[in-house]
C-alpha cells in the first residue's frame, strides 16, 4: 500500500510507504496523505468480525493499511497496547438505549477519551518505524485538551521520540491541564501559550516549516492531519456495524466532530465496503453544516462552547473528503484549498457540492440544545454524557430511525468536563479508573508568549537534549 498527497495532480507523482506517510505528517506541498486505494473488506469478513475481538481486528486493519511497511509483529503490538492500556474487554463496548439508538463508548482508554484509540497505536507504529531508519523524531502538537492528553500518555518515555505540546494558558479543563503536565518524562515538554488555540496552531505550523529544527532530525505532528491517526480509528466502525449488522441492515453514525478526523475515518470504513451512513454533528462552529447548506465554505472565528475539542471552523480532514467527491482529482483540490487559505472563502460548483452531500450529513447543534441532551440523557437512560456526545445523542434522536440503527458516537468521559456537566445534572460525573489513577506528580509547564522565538528555542532545546 502507498500513499499520495491530495494535492499532487502528477500521474506518476511522490508514492510514500506507511512508514515515511507516518513520520512526515503532512505533505510538503501543502496536501493531507491518502492510501491510493481502498483495502477491500468482503461481506465475510464483516461477518466474522462480529466475533473477532477488538485486538485482533484492529491489528487487521492496521495491517491493511501498513501494506508490509512494518513488520507484522510492530502492527501486532500496537493493536495489544489497546488491550493493555483499555480499562474495558470490549475496548469499544457498544450499548443500546432504545430500539435501534446505540451508543459507542469510545473514551475507556488512560486519558478517557476517544484520541487515545489511535494515539496509543501510533506510539508503537512511530517507534518502529524509526527503528528501521535509526532517526529521532520531533513531534508537536497543538491542542485544546484531549489530543494532548491523549500524546503525553502514548508518547512520554518513548526512546527516540521528543514531543511538545502548547496547549492555550486557562483555556483547557483542569483536568485536561493536570493530564498533559503530571508527567516526569524528560522527552515530554508542556508549553502553556498566553493566547488561543489558533495561537497555538499557528506556532507549530512555523516550526513544522522551520529550517533549523528540520536540520535537527524528522519534525512532524500528530494531529489527525496524520493518516496514522484515522486509520486507528477506522476499526471501530468496523466491529460496531458487524455488531448490529446483518443482511440489508445499514447502520448510521452520528460522529460529533471538530477537524472531521474521526467522521473521515468511518467514511474510509464505508470505502472499504462497509455498508453505512454518516452524520457528522457539529457545535455553534458549523462550518460544515453552513457548507453543506450553502455551498460556500468560508473561515469564521471559532467561539468557545461547552464541547471545546469540537470548535473547530476549518476542519482539516475535509480536505480529504473534497478529494474523494472530485473523483480524486488532485488538480481540483489544491484550486478550492488554496483559494479558501488566500481568500478565507470559495464557493464550491454545484457537481462537488452534490457529490459531497451524497456522501456525508452534517448538523449543528446549539449550546442550550447539546445542555437538554446531557439533562435527557440522564432522565430517560440514566447516563451522564460528556457534551461532545450530547452534541452527537441530540442529533441522532433527530433522525429518523425506522431505517434501521442509529449510533451516536461517544467521544468523551463526562467526568473530563465536570464544568459543564455538573451545572445541568447538579452533580459531579463520577470519574471512570483512569481519573482516579491520574498521578498527583506537580505540574511541570512553561509559559510562552504567542511568539515564534520563544517556542522555537524551546523546541530546540527538547531536540538537542
Ligand atoms: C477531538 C474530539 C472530537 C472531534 O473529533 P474530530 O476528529 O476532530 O472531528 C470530538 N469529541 C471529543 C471528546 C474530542 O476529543
Redesign the pocket.
Known amino acids: 500500500m502507498l500513499y499520495r498527497s491530495t494535492r499532487d495532480p502528477a500521474v506518476s507523482g511522490e508514492r510514500l510507504s506507511f512508514t515515511e506517510t507516518l513520520l512526515r505528517g503532512m505533505a510538503p506541498d501543502g496536501g493531507l496523505y491518502m492510501p491510493e486505494h481502498w483495502p477491500q473488506w468482503t461481506g465475510a469478513q464483516l461477518r466474522a468480525a462480529a466475533a473477532t475481538p477488538y485486538v485482533d481486528l484492529a491489528a487487521d486493519v492496521l495491517a491493511a493499511f501498513a501494506g508490509g511497511a512494518l513488520p507484522d509483529g510492530a502492527v501486532r503490538a500496537a493493536a495489544e497496547r489497546l488491550g493493555e492500556s483499555f480499562d474495558h474487554a470490549a475496548v469499544t463496548p457498544l450499548v443500546q438505549l432504545e430500539p435501534n439508538l446505540w451508543v459507542l463508548e469510545l473514551?475507556h482508554g488512560p486519558t478517557a477519551?476517544?484520541?487515545d484509540l489511535a494515539m496509543q497505536m501510533m506510539a508503537v507504529l512511530t517507534d518502529a518505524a524509526l527503528a528501521a531508519t535509526g532517526e529521532r523524531l520531533l513531534l508537536l502538537t497543538a491542542t485544546?485538551?484531549?489530543?494532548g492528553a491523549?500524546a503525553v500518555r502514548a508518547f512520554a518515555g518513548a526512546k527516540s521520540v521528543d514531543l511538545m505540546v502548547l496547549h492555550p494558558l486557562d483555556r483547557v479543563s483542569p483536568v485536561q491541564r493536570r493530564q498533559m503536565t503530571r508527567i516526569d518524562a524528560p522527552n515530554v515538554l508542556n508549553l502553556a501559550v498566553r493566547g488561543d488555540f489558533d495561537d497555538c496552531q499557528r506556532l507549530v505550523k512555523a516550526l513544522l516549516a522551520d529550517e533549523g529544527l528540520r536540520a535537527g532530525g524528522r519534525v512532524s505532528s500528530v494531529n489527525?492531519i496524520n493518516w496514522g491517526?484515522l486509520a486507528g480509528?477506522i476499526p471501530y466502525y468496523i466491529a460496531a456495524a458487524a455488531a448490529v449488522g446483518g443482511p440489508g441492515v445499514t447502520p448510521h453514525f452520528v460522529?460529533?466532530?471538530?477537524?472531521?478526523?474521526?467522521?473521515?475515518?468511518g467514511w474510509a470504513a464505508r470505502a472499504m465496503g462497509i455498508p453505512l451512513k454518516l452524520t457528522?454533528a457539529v457545535n455553534h462552529n458549523d462550518a460544515l453544516a453552513r457548507t453543506l447548506a450553502t455551498g460556500r465554505y468560508e473561515r469564521r472565528a471559532a467561539s468557545p462552547s461547552a464541547?471545546v475539542?469540537?470548535d473547530?471552523q476549518a476542519?482539516s480532514?475535509f480536505e480529504r473528503l473534497v478529494f474523494e467527491a472530485t473523483g480524486r482529482d488532485a488538480q481540483r483540490t489544491r484550486a478550492v484549498f488554496e483559494t479558501f487559505a488566500r481568500d478565507g472563502a470559495v464557493d464550491l460548483a454545484p457537481d462537488l457540492l452534490a457529490a459531497l452531500r451524497a456522501e456525508v450529513s452534517a448538523v449543528s447543534i446549539d449550546e442550550a440544545r447539546t445542555r437538554e441532551g446531557v439533562a435527557h440523557a440522564w432522565k430517560a437512560y440514566g447516563r451522564v454524557v460528556?457534551p461532545?456526545?450530547a452534541v452527537a445523542l441530540t442529533a441522532a434522536r433527530d433522525l429518523s430511525r425506522d431505517g434501521g440503527p442509529v449510533i451516536a458516537?461517544s467521544?468523551?468521559h463526562p467526568a473530563?468536563f465536570p464544568e459543564s456537566v455538573a451545572p445541568v445534572l447538579g452533580f459531579e460525573p463520577a470519574p471512570p479508573p483512569s481519573l482516579q489513577r491520574l498521578s498527583d506528580a506537580p505540574e511541570r509547564l512553561s509559559i510562552i508568549a504567542p511568539d515564534t522565538s520563544e517556542a522555537r528555542a524551546a523546541a530546540a532545546g527538547l531536540q538537542g537534549r
Do not use: E, I, W, Y
Open positions: 473514551f477519551a476517544f484520541k485544546s485538551g484531549d489530543t491523549a489527525s491517526r480509528q460522529v460529533p466532530t471538530g477537524n472531521f478526523g474521526d467522521a473521515f475515518a457528522a464541547s475539542s469540537m473547530v476542519p480532514n460528556c461532545h456526545t458516537l467521544t468523551a473530563k
